[in-house]
């Protein structure tokens, strides 16, 4: 018996163990009726229990919606004419901790997918592991950058091997919601675009394909999904996995389709993402695609008889750390992912959702009456306070001392900050080269408590020194903020965070460092230094600092944060991670807070500026602002951006202990 054939008995019985008791769990005990969807080559369609079936679909990610509106975003889904919603399937947040799964609350996808067969929407499923999405790190966890070396999306085996438990456990999470279990799900991915990645890697294609078959069974329809052309299909397809491609807005879509003819003679055609609009990064404009465009093509596309998933129906939030970055050069993606889609980022009936609902009745009819957008509430301004400046936090974790910096990653933390520090042992003056920094530094040089020198250094750009000039016992700290890791292309192995190399003055390499992380930990808990890793330092304009205020709310409604007056920063409600700001660099201003996340009564807003406040020149423009719009699509003059007072006075005790007390609890960015 041959080693690999031991391997496929040990999978196949594994799933088959794995599946039976989560059968259990969830009651399922499959229909008395048969139920089949096929491929139907003959007649170049699908087959849905014998009958001809035609799928109309949007994607829409659970991940990136509360979890409290996945029935409002599907009601509205399905009342547009869709038959069917694709849904990837992030793996880092099901498993943040390497063994530690995690199938409850915003990460439950059973109960997302039985709320999409409420409204009799057929899902399409996108597995993974990798499912880029502009999501963090295309949806690999970060610890699998611990191993040395690693080479993603391949059979390389520090990779391969989390790949197969990961999936093993999914697939049998999932195989009871199967359509042929009594389920909504119709088809499952292959990886994802593979064709568009270097390693061409059959053999990893291959082992995708067999644990599928192998955990959901033979019958169950597999696909691939990659780009319009055939240079794309080489390396992203199989044989014997049903091959689909994605385009956008095309007048002549018949052309496309003969791409996907070239691999699939006979069988359905499928435009697996149709770009309804397109991603944003930090520093460009909003992108969009005029509805009209969208609709003539949608309409040309059905008239086809072709399959289609709209890339994004409503794109959602990255909320917390979750948001992607593309390479090169390095672009990370706001916390709004609006995508100009049908549904709004807030799950709001647009234009473009009206319009494509009329084209869609042509093909789907429905008599499904439009769900109304939910209610915004403008609470107005809040005015916030000076709490705390980030290196006079109390102990939580104490430092970590190496010889030379340590990345985030050999600190077993994953997203948001870490802090390092060297204290210079004798007077020097030349350039601090910090190349390292993955990927926004923030630099302070103390002397005697007081700041002598800060400085911002940004991966990417062509200077990443800063000249100091420095006293014996001085000390530097370096906060390095991790921006979003790649989600797209050969960098992708490339995505430590932190200080990823050596920092040199004048040539020579700093040795003696201490660090400590400031972010998120694998149990969402909130890490910042310890009183033995920083002394007190006076406030200073320059330096990252906690603001805090408080808003009284009578009844909870969705609302958008209006940050115009602040330049870059972390911005949390009730201890939940609601994403990043960046007015200064743009395009989004206002930052969406559905209504989950606020409390009747009093609600604490805390922010993490970490570059200026608007609170230098005068108090009243210290506030941030609750509005009934969101602001999308502008950038914020820099003119208007002010330091952080130094005569600020600082929180009450009672404000101060509240703010703590939160940071010291479990911080859960999903719990809203």
């Not at 909504?184 to 394909?209: H, K, M, W």
């Not at 960098?491 to 040795?511: P, Q, R, W």
Request: hydrophobic share 35%.
């Amino acid at each position: 018996m041959s080693h690999d054939f031991k391997m496929a008995i040990l999978r196949a019985g594994s799933c088959l163990l794995i599946f039976y008791l989560i059968l259990n769990v969830h009651g399922k005990s499959g229909s008395s009726e048969k139920r089949t969807f096929v491929i139907d080559y003959d007649n170049d369609t699908f087959s849905m229990d014998g009958k001809p079936f035609r799928y109309i679909s949007g994607s829409i990610h659970y991940s990136r919606v509360p979890y409290q509106y996945w029935d409002d975003r599907l009601h509205k889904m399905a009342a547009a004419g869709l038959n069917a919603i694709q849904t990837y399937i992030p793996w880092n947040i099901h498993e943040p901790e390497e063994g530690k799964i995690d199938f409850s609350g915003q990460q439950d996808v059973v109960t997302f997918l039985e709320t999409a067969q409420k409204y009799n929407l057929s899902v399409i499923l996108r597995s993974g592991p990798y499912i880029c999405g502009e999501w963090e790190f295309g949806g690999l966890p970060a610890w699998l950058l611990k191993s040395d070396n690693l080479k993603v999306r391949t059979m390389d085996p520090n990779y391969i091997k989390p790949v197969g438990r990961w999936l093993t456990r999914l697939y049998a999470e999932l195989k009871p919601m199967l359509y042929k279990n009594g389920g909504p799900i119709i088809t499952v991915q292959i990886e994802n675009e593979y064709g568009s990645y270097e390693a061409c890697d059959y053999d990893y294609l291959r082992f995708l394909r067999d644990l599928a078959r192998e955990c959901l069974g033979n019958d169950t329809v597999l696909f691939t999904t990659d780009g319009d052309s055939d240079g794309f299909l080489k390396c992203g397809t199989l044989p014997d996995v049903y091959a689909t491609i994605d385009f956008g807005v095309t007048y002549t879509p018949e052309k496309n389709f003969e791409i996907q003819r070239h691999k699939e003679p006979k069988g359905p055609l499928v435009n697996s993402e149709f770009y309804t609009g397109w991603l944003d990064h930090w520093g460009e404009n909003h992108s969009t695609i005029a509805t009209s465009e969208v609709a003539k093509s949608l309409d040309l596309i059905l008239a086809l008889g072709a399959n289609i998933n709209m890339y994004m129906f409503e794109g959602g939030t990255n909320f917390g750390f979750w948001n992607g970055a593309e390479y090169p050069p390095y672009k990370a993606i706001p916390t709004s992912y609006d995508y100009d889609a049908p549904l709004s980022e807030a799950g709001d009936i647009t234009e473009k959702y009206l319009e494509i609902r009329e084209v869609i009745k042509k093909y789907n009819p429905t008599a499904m009456a439009v769900p109304p957008s939910t209610p915004k509430k403008a609470y107005g301004k809040v005015i916030m306070t000076f709490a705390s400046t980030l290196y006079d936090m109390a102990n939580l974790k104490d430092p970590v001392m190496s010889t030379y910096p340590l990345t985030m990653e050999q600190l077993d933390s994953y997203y948001g900050f870490v802090i390092y520090k060297h204290i210079f042992k004798s007077q020097v003056s030349g350039p601090l080269d910090l190349s390292g920094v993955r990927d926004r530094a923030y630099v302070n040089v103390i002397r005697d408590k007081k700041v002598v020198l800060s400085a911002v250094v940004e991966r990417d750009t062509s200077n990443m020194t800063v000249s100091v000039d420095v006293d014996a016992g001085d000390f530097v700290l370096v906060l390095v903020e991790n921006q979003g890791r790649i989600n797209y292309g050969g960098e992708m192995n490339y995505n430590h965070k932190g200080l990823i190399s050596n920092v040199t003055l004048n040539n020579i390499t700093l040795t003696d460092w201490e660090q400590s992380a400031f972010g998120w930990d694998p149990s969402q808990r909130m890490l910042i230094p310890s009183n033995s890793f920083l002394v007190p330092v006076a406030k200073a304009p320059s330096l990252p600092s906690f603001y805090a205020g408080v808003l009284d709310v009578e009844e909870p409604q969705d609302t958008y944060l209006d940050m115009s007056l602040w330049t870059k920063g972390q911005l949390f409600i009730n201890g939940m991670n609601m994403g990043r700001y960046w007015p200064h660099r743009g395009p989004q201003v206002r930052l969406y807070i559905p209504k989950y996340a606020l409390n009747a009564g009093s609600n604490l807003i805390l922010m993490l500026e970490l570059e200026q406040a608007p609170c230098h020149h005068s108090n009243s423009k210290c506030y941030v602002e609750f509005m009934d719009q969101p602001l999308i699509n502008a950038t914020v003059p820099q003119s208007i951006h002010r330091g952080i007072s130094q005569d600020t006075k600082p929180l009450w005790r009672w404000l101060f202990d509240l703010i703590m007390s939160i940071i010291f609890s479990e911080w859960n960015l999903f719990s809203f």
